[in-house]
């Protein structure tokens, strides 16, 4: 079988995305930016690309993508002159070695003592920077999400997630903020917005907004090992957990989610015996934790730690029909209060239509549909297309899947929309 120079481009492209946030989180150690950083690794991937389709792909990709932004890092210091600065740098945090030892740059970005991963996540959530542009910058840095995705993960236009990009990064240079993970009281601070960030990389990973895989693994997998990391920080915080319990009991449900041609499956129709009740276990031993640390503390259950119980409520369940729907219906509610949102509204429409029937799911999402930010939220004609159909109303239902088929950018969701207004279509 012959290789093309598309198939290798694809294969730098895959290998990029995986290794891209440990590039960046390595160099961001050692150069103190992160916006350099990111420039020093697209600068080993425009090597790769000129380089791996005459020579091959490398047996340890992510390694040579490291030694090459390595190099270039090392050029760039030296090109600028600020190679002394970064030796005194260096030497003030290897006192180890000895006074007066000169600190080898090239073995400085070879260490890998603590988590780069996890300081450059605090590094981007740093208080100077306003929460949207703090969460947008660390999934263009962490999960190596586009600007196109980000902007639909939070439902807004995407030149404004660049922009924010951009003047993110500028900030962190001007005002120097130190790459490290905050201790004390600037931890839990700067905490909600790191959850927030953690959670959203997993999302991405769990249902692509776009592509044509149904799901990214490699970053709820990245997502769930940044987030049992936070557990050990902060271990006396109950949304800590509540986001660990929430992402474990999720992505038990991974073996089920899609058929065998990568088709997706929805919640109701999946093999239950394909879920993994390890992870499951280890979800529900994270809620618990959560609610422990809530009552010590004297409070409800913050958003995570109820979206938690609301995976768990689906966990506990041996079939769709078994489900404990009232309580659901109840936890969003009590979400609802916390974070208002027609997302969440959207989410116990459907609660309520498995409690008492299609109509009262579809009073409650027809209250919220006007909301401007579901105006391209794919999810809302998608649930009314079921409920509509539910109720019989088929024409009405056709309409609505093709419609939330248009509004998706994921080759496997459209199919599935498109599939369900054909359906309905030959009803």
Avoid at 165 to 185: C, D, M, N, Q, Y
Avoid at 200 to 210: D, K, P, Q, R
Wanted: charged share 25%.
């Amino acid at each position: 079988m012959t290789v093309t120079a598309t198939d290798t481009h694809r294969a730098i492209d895959a290998v990029f995305r995986i290794e891209q946030a440990k590039l960046i989180a390595g160099l961001a150690r050692v150069v103190r930016d992160v916006g350099l950083a990111e420039e020093l690794a697209q600068d080993a991937l425009v090597a790769a690309l000129e380089q791996w389709p005459r020579s091959g792909i490398p047996d340890k990709p992510g390694a040579w993508l490291m030694a090459t932004a390595k190099h270039r890092a090392i050029d760039r210091l030296r090109r600028r002159k600020l190679i002394e600065r970064k030796h005194e740098e260096l030497g003030r945090e290897m006192e180890v070695e000895g006074e007066g030892a000169t600190p080898d740059l090239d073995a400085a970005l070879d260490d890998d003592i603590g988590d780069d991963l996890l300081r450059l996540i605090f590094t981007a959530c740093h208080p100077v920077l306003a929460t949207d542009a703090r969460v947008a910058l660390t999934l263009r840095l962490i999960g190596g999400l586009t600007t196109e995705e980000i902007a639909r993960a939070f439902l807004v236009p995407e030149p404004t997630v660049a922009q924010r990009i951009v003047r993110a990064k500028r900030t962190l240079a001007e005002k120097r903020v130190p790459f490290v993970v905050p201790s004390g009281g600037e931890l839990a601070q700067r905490l909600a917005s790191v959850l927030e960030v953690v959670y959203l990389i997993f999302n991405e990973g769990y249902a692509a907004t776009a592509g044509d895989d149904w799901m990214r693994p490699q970053l709820c997998e990245e997502a769930m090992r940044l987030g049992r990391i936070l557990a050990e920080l902060a271990p006396n915080e109950p949304e800590v957990h509540g986001l660990v319990a929430l992402m474990e009991i999720q992505a038990s449900r991974f073996g089920a989610r899609t058929g065998p041609s990568g088709e997706p499956i929805l919640l109701l129709d999946q093999n239950r015996a394909r879920w993994d009740q390890l992870l499951i276990r280890r979800g529900l031993a994270a809620l618990m934790r959560a609610e422990a640390g809530a009552k010590v503390q004297g409070s409800g259950l913050g958003p995570y730690a109820l979206q938690a119980a609301i995976a768990a409520c689906h966990a506990r369940a041996r079939t769709g029909e078994e489900t404990d729907w009232a309580r659901i219906a109840g936890h969003y509610g009590a979400l609802a209060e916390l974070t208002p949102s027609p997302v969440v509204e959207l989410n116990r429409a459907v609660a309520l239509a498995m409690l008492f029937g299609p109509a009262a799911g579809l009073e409650l999402i027809d209250k919220v549909a006007s909301e401007p930010a579901l105006k391209a939220y794919h999810l809302l004609p998608s649930v009314r297309g079921d409920l509509l159909k539910k109720l019989g109303r088929l024409d009405e239902a056709r309409v609505e899947f093709e419609r939330a088929a248009s509004l998706t950018s994921n080759e496997r969701e459209r199919k599935l929309l498109l599939d369900r207004a054909l359906a309905c279509a030959r009803c």
